[in-house]
């Protein structure tokens, strides 16, 4: 099956500072890629839809300047969360989705995710 | 909200035991499907059940839908330790590519 990595798998970091984190799909294109955020023993919340060479549409409630997403090709996205404060620890995952016969493919694969811990 | 919810919230069953959660979400959808998630880790697809489908099969996995409920629910037969892990499912919003998912079951399988 597709393969979705995440990079860094686990980053410290101190208040203040930003942290970017990349999703890469290692064998098949994606022109649409997902990110989550999932604090623990909870589902799944879904915080933005990346889209390659175009803005990424982002969830109610969802701050675009504080977490800032970049699709720039059809193997990268990356999510840049920035002047990170302890609130901002969590686990983030992000998918995608295959394009073929001409529509995005139901199934999404998940990168291993990254956690968050801003000190 | 638009997320689903899962019952129950935590299941404790011995190895060989059926395992069934359920999944009722609140918008029209495209098809549901269902993920695991071992600790700390990303989320494995298990089985997807579009919304004109009624039930699913892939191995130890029975999945039904029932859309004038608006509910699904997942059956692991024969369970194992291995099978320890959250199990969420998540429905495709109609008209869009999101997904929204459950509240999640965290299932625990003893020895």
């Known amino acids: 099956g597709a393969v979705v990595s995440q990079h860094p798998s686990r980053v410290i970091c101190k208040s203040g500072t930003s942290v970017k984190i990349e999703c890469r799909s290692l064998?098949?294109?994606?022109?649409?890629m997902f990110w989550y955020r999932q604090f623990p023993k909870q589902s799944l919340m879904l915080m933005a839809t990346?889209?390659?060479?175009?803005?990424?549409t982002y969830e109610q409630g969802v701050e675009k300047d504080k977490f800032l997403i970049n699709h720039a090709s059809l193997t990268l996205s990356t999510l840049t969360v920035t002047s990170a404060h302890p609130e901002d620890s969590s686990f983030y995952i992000c998918?995608?989705?295959?394009w073929g016969a001409g529509r995005l493919q139901e199934t999404q694969y998940f990168g291993p995710g990254t956690r968050l811990l801003v000190l | 909200s638009q997320q689903g919810e899962e019952d129950p919230q935590a299941l404790s069953i011995q190895e060989g035991e059926n395992a069934t959660m359920n999944c009722s979400y609140k918008?029209?959808?495209?098809?549901l499907q269902w993920y695991r998630q071992n600790s700390g880790r990303g989320l494995v697809h298990l089985i997807l059940?579009?919304?004109?489908?009624r039930e699913k099969h892939s191995g130890r996995l029975r999945v039904t839908l029932d859309t004038s409920k608006k509910s699904s629910s997942l059956l692991i037969t024969a369970s194992r330790a291995a099978d320890t892990a959250s199990y969420f499912c998540a429905t495709a919003i109609s008209g869009t590519y999101k997904y929204i998912f459950g509240t999640g079951t965290r299932l625990k399988v003893l020895a």
């Open positions: 998918s995608a989705s295959e």
């Open positions: 918008t029209s959808i495209n098809n």
């Open positions: 059940i579009r919304s004109n489908e």
């Open positions: 064998d098949f294109q994606a022109t649409t």
């Open positions: 990346s889209n390659e060479g175009s803005k990424a």
